[in-house]
């Protein structure tokens, strides 16, 4: 079964920025069959979508608070997605999980998902 680790996570001043990584592992297919998203939860609030990569890493979409701040990447050959954060605001604060998808456009619940690592903007 495909494996999803995330790492990256940690505290950071307003303004500051974080990378983010997803590596995948135990796959039986290629990866570059599977579309690959970022969700996060807050502390209180329902979990909500991020960003979105392609299968081929030429498509991207991102949630209208992030737009601007925050970039995904894919390296299909190292089996490993990443959200660059940029200019990070405490409402940034949360859990973000890495999870699949068939496409970007497909909103049905992800088969596979990371772990969770915890970003936290604070002064």
């Known amino acids: 079964q495909l494996r999803l680790v995330e790492s990256g996570g940690g505290l950071v001043q307003p303004g500051g920025s974080l990378r983010l990584s997803c590596a995948a592992s135990?796959?039986?297919?290629?990866?570059?069959?599977?579309?690959l998203r970022w969700f996060r939860q807050a502390p209180g609030k329902e979990r909500e979508g991020v960003s979105c990569i392609s299968k081929s890493g030429d498509s991207t979409t991102y949630a209208d608070s992030v737009k601007g701040r925050f970039t995904i990447s894919r390296d299909n050959a190292k089996n490993t997605m990443y959200l660059q954060m940029d200019n990070l605001k405490p409402e940034d604060t949360g859990v973000y999980y890495c999870?699949?998808?068939?496409?970007?456009?497909?909103?049905?619940?992800?088969?596979?998902w990371g772990q969770g690592t915890q970003v936290t903007v604070s002064s």
């Open positions: 135990g796959v039986t297919l290629d990866l570059d069959r599977l579309a």
């Open positions: 999870a699949t998808a068939l496409w970007c456009g497909d909103s049905s619940p992800s088969d596979y």
